[in-house]
């Protein structure tokens, strides 16, 4: 039986009060970042405080890199062999770093997020527009997700394109030091998020079908 908008939307909401708790490292990028950034203004001075913003979201998103950086090359190795998953795992990990290190530009740094919204997010409105999962599948390999697959596409599309907003909205309404702020608890917030998304999917109905 499929639910209604409103039913939906109390089930997502609910969803939050049961969520298990995050993992620790989550928090570990958002330290790097909350901390660095305060020492590097006051060490470099106050008329370096773009110079301090990037030296501590480099930082932080080379943590943030590092830690995810294992399971990125395990999603890639089921679509490509290991040589290109190593290779393309590497590309993307080490391109983002050198073009902020280039750019030297707080800027650029806020819409490298927003680059990154748009590329998961393309990826998976591909899939749905040829109606296929294999992305999905990637996510969430086990056997008794494959059933909620479509659906889990479709929902990723929502999840990256909302974020999108989101982040683009904030980069014109608050300051850069506040964005920063946002950035370092985007981890948590993010899986909080997916993960009701990912419980509100496994309950839209009861037999598991795309709706």
Not at 62 to 80: D, I, K, N, P, S
Not at 125 to 137: E, N, P, Q, Y
């Amino acid at each position: 039986m499929h639910r209604q908008p409103l039913d939906l939307i109390r089930l997502f909401l609910s969803l939050f009060q049961d969520l298990p708790p995050m993992a620790r490292t989550l928090y570990i990028p958002g330290a790097v970042v909350l901390l660095g950034y305060p020492v590097l203004s006051v060490v470099l001075g106050p008329h370096h405080e773009g110079e301090a913003f990037v030296t501590a979201f480099l930082a932080a998103l080379a943590v943030r890199v590092a830690m995810g950086f294992e399971g990125m090359v395990r999603r890639l190795l089921t679509r490509f062999s290991a040589p290109g998953a190593s290779a393309l795992a590497f590309g993307f990990a080490i391109a983002p770093l050198v073009v902020l290190m280039l750019a030297d530009d707080p800027i650029w740094c806020q819409r490298l997020q927003s680059a990154f919204y748009v590329v998961i997010g393309c990826v998976f409105l591909l899939d749905v527009l040829k109606g296929r999962c294999a992305t999905a599948a990637s996510f969430w390999p086990d056997e008794d997700m494959r059933g909620y697959l479509p659906n889990l596409t479709r929902m990723m599309v929502v999840y990256n394109f909302s974020f999108l907003v989101l982040n683009e909205t904030l980069i014109q309404t608050v300051s850069a030091s506040n964005w920063l702020l946002y950035w370092a608890m985007l981890p948590v917030l993010g899986q909080m998020v997916l993960r009701a998304m990912v419980l509100t999917v496994i309950n839209l109905d009861d037999d598991g079908q795309p709706v």
